[in-house]
């Protein structure tokens, strides 16, 4: 019999929040991989809980190395139960690695929910939540995080960040560039700590707020792309769009198809725009075809 590895939720800030069976698997498994054992010590502390199991340390540094031995625990019977410092592991945090390898040898995985910044930041942000996508941690370097933020910038669902405090003046400020200064947004900070915090703006008033500087954990929440009405898109618009999918890789007739769709207008409309915003700029576009 192989054994089972159980993703653990733990409080993303107040303990209370832990879920009712982490205290009970963490008395009941054999080992416990945590992201920071000392986070680990502290938690089950506030919990009056004492892992009867090994514990060992499960982090960005050592997931690729540590991976086989726990799956090797796993494959000999063993119940590892695998926390994080915050939420849920994988999301953002370790635990990918070690799922995908435990899936891959048929070994039970199992999950003990917990609280999650992803969905708490969502619900408390005031904007669509209906449809929603999560982006993870943008890139450090700037130019590696406008292109990315470039290949979504017409995402119409809600977008979720994780964002460093010391990166997130800069970051606001690149998603007002690429997004649009009045896309609104919601910086949700030390969700469920003492000095929480949820401001709400526009992107470009929020880029101004967190210039002076700010503290904590922090999940940014984005409102998707407006929505245009047929035949009412901005050529200008239409033209950022198509060049939005071509730096994303895609061929310019296959990128002008795309916005043509999305916009609900003629391929033509769209590579006029193409074509209009070219000439503004003092470039030709190419057309595939000879002049004569």
Request: charged share 30%; with cysteine.
């Amino acid at each position: 019999m192989t054994g089972t590895l159980v993703l653990a939720g733990t409080p993303i800030g107040d303990t209370r929040d832990a879920p009712p069976r982490l205290a009970a698997e963490l008395a009941a498994a054999d080992v416990v991989a945590a992201e920071d054992t000392r986070r680990l010590r502290r938690l089950t502390q506030a919990l009056d809980v004492q892992p009867r199991g090994r514990v060992v340390s499960y982090f960005e540094g050592n997931e690729s190395a540590r991976t086989p031995e726990l799956v090797e625990a796993l494959a000999g019977g063993a119940r590892v139960l695998l926390v994080t410092d915050a939420g849920m592991p994988s999301v953002s945090d370790p635990g990918f690695r070690l799922v995908a390898a435990a899936v891959e040898r048929g070994i039970t995985v199992t999950a003990v929910p917990g609280p999650s910044a992803v969905l708490t930041a969502l619900a408390l942000s005031g904007l669509p939540v209906d449809r929603f996508c999560f982006e993870g941690f943008l890139p450090r370097k700037a130019g590696e995080r406008l292109g990315r933020l470039r290949e979504v910038a017409a995402e119409r669902r809600t977008l979720v960040y994780f964002e460093a405090p010391h990166r997130l003046d800069d970051t606001l400020a690149a998603m007002a560039e690429v997004f649009g200064a009045d896309r609104r947004a919601a910086v949700c900070r030390e969700l469920t700590k003492t000095y929480e915090e949820v401001r709400r703006g526009p992107l470009k008033d929020l880029a101004a707020w967190a210039a002076e500087g700010v503290r904590g954990e922090i999940t940014v929440v984005v409102e998707g792309a407006p929505e245009p009405a047929p035949g009412e898109a901005d050529p200008a618009e239409l033209a950022r769009r198509v060049a939005v999918r071509e730096e994303a890789g895609e061929r310019r007739k296959e990128a002008i198809a795309a916005v043509a769709q999305e916009a609900g207008l003629p391929k033509r409309d769209v590579f006029d725009a193409v074509v209009a915003a070219k000439n503004a700029a003092g470039t030709e576009p190419r057309t595939g075809k000879g002049k004569g």
